[in-house]
């Protein structure tokens, strides 16, 4: 599994709720219409990443795609027919925006994913070391880990999506990030968060 994620904020003057409507419009449409190879994706609200509007509000959203070779499906497909113009009204209300790609590690994507956990791996622990310690977390069904794939992105290398706040064992240093679903993409259970 492979996941494009994509960061992007409002343009000054957008409301939010006027920005999260185009996000879901645009998010409907591509699922409605899906391109080869693209699975679902998600929209959640944050503030505090210091790669996403200097850390002001913005939004991140996560398109799942079965492999590498679905991202020039996604590319071409989110801009043309029936997503050209939801997609042109979403980027039209957007000010900025920045992405990376990451792998599944463990757990599956989460629609209703509500805190995320982005960090490095400690200096001088070795990936094995590292996935070990968080295995008891990363078993939940109610987890997911993220691995920045080819070190695409400016964000940290992971990040743990959580349905609950956990506790991330030392030595690991986390920046946390609050998440509030916008739109969640899981087949007939798609819909705008209130």
């Known amino acids: 599994m492979l996941a494009y994620v994509f960061w992007h904020w409002k343009r000054p003057g957008v409301s939010a709720e006027e920005y ?16 080869d190879g693209f699975q679902q994706s998600t929209c959640h609200a944050l503030a505090g990443a210091p ?13 799942l795609v079965t492999d590498s070779s679905a991202l020039d499906a996604l590319n071409a497909g989110a801009v043309s027919a029936s997503r ?6 979403a980027a039209a209300a957007a000010a900025g925006g920045t992405a990376g790609l990451y792998t599944l590690q463990s757990g599956s994507m989460l629609g209703a994913a509500r805190v995320a956990y982005c960090f490095s791996k400690p200096d001088g622990m070795r990936y094995a070391e590292l996935f070990a310690l968080l295995a ?15 070190t695409l992105g400016p964000a940290p290398e992971f990040c743990l999506q959580t349905t609950e ?30």
Request: glycine letters at 4%; one cysteine or more.
């Open 51 to 63: 790669w996403a509007a200097h850390g002001a509000d913005a939004y991140e959203d996560r398109y």
């Open 165 to 194: 706040p956990v506790d991330v064992p030392a030595p690991i240093a986390t920046h946390r990030l609050d998440l509030r679903s916008v739109f969640s993409g899981r087949g007939a259970d798609r819909q705008r968060a209130r």
């Open 84 to 89: 050209s113009a939801p997609h042109d009204a």
């Open 20 to 35: 999260e409507a185009r996000q879901c419009a645009f998010h409907g449409a591509l699922a409605d219409a899906p391109p």
């Open 136 to 150: 008891p977390l990363t078993s939940a069904s109610s987890s997911a880990l993220w691995m920045r794939y080819m």
